[in-house]
């Protein structure tokens, strides 16, 4: 398996099978396969216990719900959802779409709203609009494997900024814009995953949201927040978005893959007015328009589901598989450091210093077991000794068959 963790771009030079090689623009050099891509041929054997992916139990959603909601789609609205659509996404939604906002108190209008091919184009769009090559993006050390792979596809320079249990440090995010303007840098945007952080596993504190906010805005400094785990929390709700104390300084990103299910690609962006404008053609141009009928499919689950209840099961599945795993790693692993989230599909291990993670892996998959090595989530090489651990998937059986045969590879390995 051929990893690329480096943040440096490779030249578009040298041998290659590929005889368009050299043809490449440079920007294609960022794309390079992911960590997380590379494992799930893998850990998609069915006699592997895969703690990798971080895929949806869409097993919880009962499948007759989207079937009614289809037939009716087509029954009373099928030439539209046939059709091409509005490159903003159809108002129908749009207006759904602050409903479930207005649950995490955020206000808007329809006309914030973006609807987007899964929050993962959003990031995309947005990375295009700001990013020159060269220019800084602040993320969090560690952060989501599929903004960095973005970012380093439209050549950015990602600067990693601090973060313990309660999410990123104030401090730290201080000293990198002083670092990075300092040395003459272009500080493009921050981003963030204040909620269930995918792959650490902790949320931002209140306090800190505020003096998140606070920094950037007196540095000027946009704030990308995503959060499609924002709905799936395990105790009570986590502190409010970023975004419904600040309109200008934030886009916001959401996502009906955790609250739905992740096949129809439905997410969204609530950016500043001017922002949301250029959001849309970049949409346009990219895809013409989300699609219509994942839509109205989506709009007519909303209006005729109990769609709150359904979160619930949600969190009740995804709350029994934390704390199987919890209770594992505690049993079979106490003495090294793991994330406990409140909400989401993570946690994070630290194995001591000297061990490497991605090294690790084959031995694992050996025992039949797949994690994410925490290189995944660095774009500086960092993460070497840690890895990411989804109890999002499996079931509460797998979860401690797997933490099982993860303890015995980390024994193996471990200076006793
Ligand atoms: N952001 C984060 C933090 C994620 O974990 C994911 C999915 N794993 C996404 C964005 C993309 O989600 P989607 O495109 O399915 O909305």
Redesign the pocket.
């Given at each position: 398996m051929e990893v690329h963790v480096s943040n440096q771009q490779t030249p578009n030079t040298g041998t290659n099978l590929d005889p368009w090689y050299s043809n490449y623009a440079d920007r294609a050099a960022g794309l390079s396969v992911s960590e997380v891509r590379a494992l799930f041929a893998v850990a998609s054997r069915p006699e592997v216990v895969s703690l990798a992916g971080?895929m949806p139990a869409v097993s919880a959603l009962p499948q007759d719900l989207v079937v009614t909601a289809m037939n009716r789609v087509m029954r009373d609205e099928g030439s539209i959802a046939l059709q091409y659509g509005s490159g903003q996404g159809v108002p129908r939604l749009r207006e759904h779409i602050l409903e479930v906002m207005a649950m995490e108190g955020i206000r808007g209008s329809v006309d914030d709203v973006v609807v987007t091919?899964?929050?993962?184009?959003a990031?995309d769009l947005v990375t295009k609009l700001f990013i020159n090559p060269g220019d800084v993006i602040l993320a969090e050390a560690p952060s989501?494997v599929?903004?960095i792979g973005v970012f380093r596809s439209y050549q950015a320079d990602i600067v990693h900024v601090l973060m313990d249990d309660d999410g990123l440090i104030p401090d730290a995010l201080r000293e990198a814009i002083a670092r990075e303007k300092s040395a003459g840098k272009s500080i493009k945007f921050l981003y963030t995953?204040p909620n269930f952080h995918?792959p650490a596993g902790v949320t931002l504190t209140a306090s800190r949201r505020d003096e998140v906010m606070q920094i950037c805005r007196s540095e000027g400094i946009l704030v990308i927040e995503?959060n499609?785990?924002g709905l799936i929390y395990f105790d009570g709700p986590p502190p409010a978005p970023m975004r419904s104390t600040e309109d200008e300084g934030v886009i916001y990103?959401g996502?009906?893959?955790?609250t739905f299910a992740?096949g129809f690609?439905?997410?969204w962006a609530i950016a500043p007015h001017a922002i949301r404008e250029k959001l849309v053609l970049a949409a346009e141009s990219a895809i013409l328009c989300p699609s219509a009928f994942s839509q109205l499919v989506i709009s007519e689950y909303l209006e005729t589901a109990d769609w709150r209840a359904q979160i619930n099961t949600f969190r009740g599945v995804y709350e029994e598989r934390k704390n199987t795993m919890l209770q594992a790693l505690n049993e079979y692993l106490p003495d090294l450091h793991h994330t406990n989230p409140d909400g989401g599909?993570y946690i994070w291990l630290t194995l001591p210093d000297y061990l490497d993670t991605k090294q690790m892996l084959p031995r694992a998959v050996k025992e039949l077991v797949a994690y994410t090595p925490g290189t995944a989530f660095y774009a500086d090489g960092g993460g070497r000794n840690k890895m990411r651990l989804s109890f999002c998937y499996p079931t509460p059986d797998q979860i401690r068959l797997g933490i099982r045969r993860l303890t015995t590879v980390i024994n193996g390995e471990i200076d006793l």
């Open positions: 971080g091919t899964g929050s993962q184009q990031l989501y599929g903004a995953i995918n995503d499609p785990y990103l996502s009906f893959s955790k992740p690609r439905v997410g599909f």
